[in-house]
């Protein structure tokens, strides 16, 4: 599913964005009517203000006040589902940064998951604002559909052969480059912890390998692929398995990122790595207390097979770390330590880069994709620190479990590094933001790679 803007109509509908209580930019005819049904801008609001003929002759849509604005995003874009079904265009005198977040949410908040039902109605659509780029906001929003999709989609069609042949369908649409090693072709390649992990599965483990680009500095991004999670041995309860068809949500942000890199051009060279698995339960599982040999001659004693997230990345990090690349991003849905942190809206990461770390929370801000960085706590490395091993995939005591599993994966990197710990999903609706799978920190990586790669 792609993110369009309709294309320029002489019928479409004038759209005017109202702030809260300035009665002063209502158009002249639809201040009367405005009065009558008490419109006063609130934001995301809406009012349709009909002509002679009794259709709509243009709408209005309230844009909150700046306190309202801290609290929310996207206000502007959720018209698409509450106006009529038509074409409007923006006709208020928004600063630009003002235009690209109302034509960005209005993509957003017109995203469907239709793979398995009819949607209710079709959202209203919007002609491209004037003065924004318009190619750079669809290429975004389709990138964040793709993220949705995937995240989504049940693991009972949505298992690592599929999301192997997500990445080879993104490959084709951008001329990419990909290799794939499945199976028992993990420990012949040595990736024996993905092996370790997904070899339960009647679903063969694998790890996805895409490159695009020619010149310019290198990018690595890995993505968690735990297309579902048992939790292993050490089962999950029901509660906590109900959503585990998003513990690929962090292989699915990076597709989706990747797709914004690739559509719009820039000038890098990306590879994208993705270890794919189903964590299951068989004769054959990892177990509590096993030792693993990692690709990078670490062994890893597992003390919790519901750990599993980190195991399966730290296989694609060291490999990512061979070549050196310039930096290597990880996105994974992986603890429930993060979300308790800071919630479902914003996107942990970790960086010991002050530099990376300022531009990304900057530019978070500036795209409406808020982050947050957490600590690389270097006193908290004994506690990954087994004494049996050289490191503990669950340090027990339940303290710092984002930061734990940060330190872990940054055991297997030898370059420039941040780590993303993301939740994945939204539990309720929000303007731009239907419940379910979303993506969090590709905007603010896309937005702030100018200033995290060498120019």
């Not at 239907?434 to 590709?442: I, N, Y």
Request: with cysteine.
């Amino acid at each position: 599913m792609s993110a369009t803007f309709a294309p320029h109509d002489t019928s479409s509908i004038p759209l005017y964005v109202i702030e809260s209580d300035d009665t002063d930019a209502i158009p002249e005819q639809a201040r009367a009517w405005a009065a009558a049904v008490g419109f006063t801008g609130t934001a995301g609001a809406v009012l349709c203000v009909p002509g002679p003929d009794g259709n709509v002759a243009l709408a209005l849509v309230g844009a909150g006040s700046p306190a309202s604005r801290k609290r929310s995003r996207f206000d502007v874009g959720s018209a698409a589902r509450k106006l009529p079904e038509g074409t409007y265009v923006i006709v208020s005198d928004l600063p630009p940064s003002a235009l690209e977040e109302a034509a960005l949410g209005w993509l957003l908040e017109s995203y469907d998951f239709d793979r398995y039902r009819k949607p209710n109605r079709t959202p209203a659509r919007l002609i491209a604002p004037k003065g924004i780029d318009a190619d750079r906001i669809a290429a975004i929003a389709t990138g964040e559909y793709l993220t949705r999709d995937l995240i989504n989609t049940p693991a009972s069609d949505m298992g690592p052969a599929e999301l192997e042949a997500a990445a080879r369908t993104l490959a084709d649409q951008h001329g990419a480059q990909i290799d794939v090693t499945t199976g028992d072709d993990l420990l012949d390649a040595n990736f024996p912890m993905i092996h370790a992990v997904g070899r339960a599965s009647d679903r063969a483990p694998r790890l996805i390998d895409l490159r695009w680009g020619d010149s310019g500095p290198t990018l690595t991004l890995v993505g968690k692929g735990v297309c579902f999670d048992t939790g292993g041995l050490n089962i999950k309860p029901g509660s906590s398995m109900g959503l585990m068809k998003k513990d690929m949500g962090g292989a699915a942000t990076a597709l989706g990122l990747a797709h914004m890199i690739m559509a719009l051009g820039l000038d890098l060279r990306l590879r994208l790595l993705v270890p794919a698995v189903e964590n299951s339960i068989a004769g054959n599982a990892f177990r509590p207390q096993d030792i693993l040999t990692s690709r990078k001659g670490l062994t890893v004693e597992i003390n919790n097979t519901d750990a599993e997230g980190r195991l399966v990345l730290a296989d694609a990090l060291a490999l990512a770390s061979e070549e050196n690349p310039d930096l290597i991003v990880s996105l994974a849905t992986l603890t429930g330590a993060a979300r308790v942190a800071v919630g479902p809206d914003l996107s942990p990461f970790f960086t010991d880069d002050d530099a990376h770390a300022d531009a990304l929370t900057v530019s978070g801000r500036a795209v409406a994709d808020p982050v947050w960085r957490l600590p690389f706590h270097d006193p908290y490395e004994s506690m990954i620190e087994p004494g049996v091993a050289d490191l503990d995939n669950a340090p027990a005591g339940g303290m710092a479990g984002a930061t734990t599993a940060a330190l872990f994966l940054r055991r297997f990197v030898d370059a420039p590094y941040i780590h993303f710990d993301i939740y994945g999903w939204n539990p309720s609706a929000k303007p731009g933001r239907p419940k379910g799978g979303v993506g969090m920190g590709a905007r603010a990586l896309l937005d702030a790679l100018p200033h995290l790669l060498p120019r």
